[in-house]
């Protein structure tokens, strides 16, 4: 048996090869594009400073002998509530000594809650200012700063003041 060997199919299948290829380079280029070009960063804006306002620089020093009243006030109540605290500490649960000590501490709260009520209002018109599309008033920014710094402060104290009294 005589193989025949396609060599003519062949040589036109190799000769038409040619005409399948794309001759255009359509290979994507490794440049960046357009879209890998464009910068979408927020854009850096002037950081606002805050106008001079007689109103609330008024507010601020009514609001900073508020504070400064209800510190003392606290300070005070504090001093006066020590030897009932030292007794309700010995004290049996119920007894006069520990009921004086629980009057005490919450004295105390009532006080700390004066300082309380001064942040809340000086949050208040921070919010409002906010609200309203203006910067951080300064000074108003350090009272409360200020203010919540007494307010750890005593909050540490009443901590400190009901961990020495028993509670069961």
């Not at 001759?23 to 804006?45: C, F, G, Q, Y």
């Not at 002998?65 to 020590?82: I, M, N, P």
């Not at 309700?88 to 629980?102: M, N, P, V």
């Not at 018109?125 to 108003?140: C, K």
Request: hydrophobic share 45%; aromatic share 2%; proline share 7%.
């Amino acid at each position: 048996m005589i193989r025949y060997f396609p060599a003519p199919i062949l040589l036109l299948l190799l000769l038409t090869l040619p005409g399948c290829v794309d001759n255009r380079a359509s290979i994507p280029s490794l440049l960046p594009r357009d879209v890998e070009r464009r910068d979408d960063l927020e854009p850096t804006r002037p950081t606002p400073v805050a106008q001079p306002d007689a109103a609330l620089d008024t507010l601020v020093a009514e609001k900073a002998q508020l504070l400064s009243a209800a510190t003392t006030a606290f300070d005070a109540g504090a001093v006066l509530a020590k030897p009932a605290i030292d007794a309700g500490q010995r004290a049996d649960l119920g007894s006069d000594a520990w009921l004086d000590a629980q009057k005490a501490l919450g004295e105390m709260d009532a006080a700390h809650s004066m300082l309380t009520s001064i942040i809340a209002d000086l949050d208040r018109v921070a919010i409002d200012r906010a609200n309203d599309g203006m910067p951080d008033y300064p000074s108003l920014a350090a009272l409360r700063a200020n203010a919540q710094r007494h307010a750890e402060q005593q909050e540490q104290i009443i901590a400190a003041a009901q961990a020495q009294i028993k509670s069961e």
